[in-house]
């Protein structure tokens, strides 16, 4: 980026057929990647990607050259991270040099200059670095707070509990899933020692009540907080530092110089505090837009430059934000996000499906699941595991069908839309067909 190229990251668990579509999409010069994920991107472009270790040899003998200071403007791009946006398919956010300066100055702020002036943190990374969450927190934010940074190559809840012991990590940020696993594994953490701990920090995906609970009782001396972020703004936009308390429902209050208002998820109309619609912010760190899809952006972002983030949510008296629920269709698997449109398609092309919809599942440990509601083509057998097999090499495991119902019929409306809040009733497969086309 400091040479005014535009980085893009890629999941490593995308299969070659997704990686592909990315790389058509983004059409990169130059892929880097580890000596096990090369054989995945062998043959899907003219030129064969370079091992970073080979690169970054290769870097040593040239002569040292000072690094450029302004190359280019704030508004030139400078990462293309993908994201599944309000609605449907991937897309290619483009993150200007001025987003990624902004959020890391203002974390910055809050970590570094906040913090104890006498306080070293040190945050441990477990979180994927091509997510924007762990970009953002620790590429742009967590390094220019001066923290130290501990990079798990993996992650399993052992390794996260023997930094902390070993290395005297002080925050965590998290998804859902490994607070979780925090609380269903108490006994096995008190081999550790995690005196160090003082905060860990959700993100990524919704974390219910009662698992937040349990969390406060099984580490009372840590804090558990939340925050908030889209891909689209460029990391996290509300925080909960500066809040007291050992446990924060809200996602915390706004970050500076970003402005949110919410809106009547039907008319767009201002709603007063404590009334729930759809969260839209505006600030420095909302992206530049979607890569070569101005219609995609314009609906994202509108002419105000409000962002729309497709979140139910309410401010109350105190400016602290609470999520409700998701007004987007995507399914939230853990920290990714599932765009259902797409599992269909690949789903319709199955002989025996005569239509499908696919639908979140509510799942304790990763919160939703992508659940196939399939209608037999007459005269075909079709089997639940037969519909999860047919998934299982097309998709990234957390794309991958976990769940099938086979219905009469798909609800849709004179348009030809799924009404997937009927397939979501758990009274749909018990009504007769003619009787729910009415509702």
Not at 58 to 71: D, F, G, Q
Not at 120 to 133: I, Q, R, S, T
Not at 323 to 334: A, M, P
Not at 359 to 377: S, T
Request: with cysteine.
């Amino acid at each position: 980026m400091s040479s005014g190229a535009v980085l893009s990251t890629a999941n490593h668990l995308l299969t070659p057929r997704e990686l592909l579509s990315q790389i058509q999409h983004s059409n990169p010069a130059l892929i880097l990647t580890t000596p096990p994920l090369f054989p995945k991107l062998l043959g899907l472009t003219p030129r064969p990607p370079i091992l970073i270790p080979q690169f970054l040899q290769s870097l040593t003998t040239l002569p040292p050259k000072p690094l450029p200071t302004s190359i280019t403007s704030g508004d030139c791009p400078a990462a293309l991270m993908y994201s599944s946006g309000t609605t449907g398919r991937s897309k290619g956010v483009v993150c200007t040099h001025r987003n990624l300066v902004h959020v890391a100055s203002v974390l910055r702020r809050i970590w570094g200059e906040g913090r104890q002036s006498n306080y070293k943190d040190v945050y441990l990374c477990a979180v994927p670095l091509f997510h924007m969450f762990g970009f953002s927190v620790f590429v742009c934010g967590a390094v220019a707070a001066g923290a130290t940074v501990v990079v798990m190559e993996r992650y399993s809840l052992e390794g996260m509990l023997e930094a902390v012991d070993r290395l005297g990590v002080t925050r965590i940020p998290a998804v859902p899933p490994m607070v979780v696993q925090l609380v269903k594994n108490r006994e096995l953490s008190r081999g550790y020692d995690l005196s160090s701990l003082t905060e860990v920090i959700c993100s990524g995906a919704p974390l219910a009540r009662d698992h937040m609970e349990r969390f406060a009782e099984c580490y009372p001396g840590v804090v558990l907080s939340q925050c908030y972020g889209l891909t689209e703004s460029s990391g996290p936009i509300t925080l909960c530092d500066g809040l007291e308390g050992n446990l924060h429902l809200s996602i915390g209050r706004l970050i500076p110089s970003v402005e949110a208002k919410i809106v009547h998820a039907r008319t767009g109309k201002s709603l007063p505090p404590n009334k729930h619609g759809e969260l839209c912010v505006r600030g420095p760190p909302v992206m530049q837009g979607y890569l070569n899809n101005p219609e995609a952006t314009s609906v994202a972002i509108d002419e105000q430059g409000w962002l729309h983030t497709g979140d139910l949510c309410y401010i109350d008296n105190e400016g602290l934000v609470y999520v409700v629920d998701r007004i987007k269709e995507l399914i939230k698997y853990k920290a990714y996000q599932v765009a259902p449109v797409e599992l269909e398609e690949i789903l319709s092309t199955h002989p025996a499906v005569e239509d499908v919809a696919v639908i979140p599942f509510p799942d304790e440990e990763a919160g939703q699941i992508p659940m196939a509601c399939v209608v037999r083509k007459a005269g075909f057998e079709l089997q639940k595991d037969e519909v999860i097999a047919f998934m299982e090499d097309k998709v990234a495991p957390y794309k991958k069908i976990r769940k099938v119902m086979f219905v009469d019929y798909i609800p849709r409306t004179p348009s030809g839309k799924i009404i997937r809040r009927r397939l979501k009733d758990t009274d749909f497969i018990h009504q007769r067909p003619e009787m729910s086309a009415r509702l």
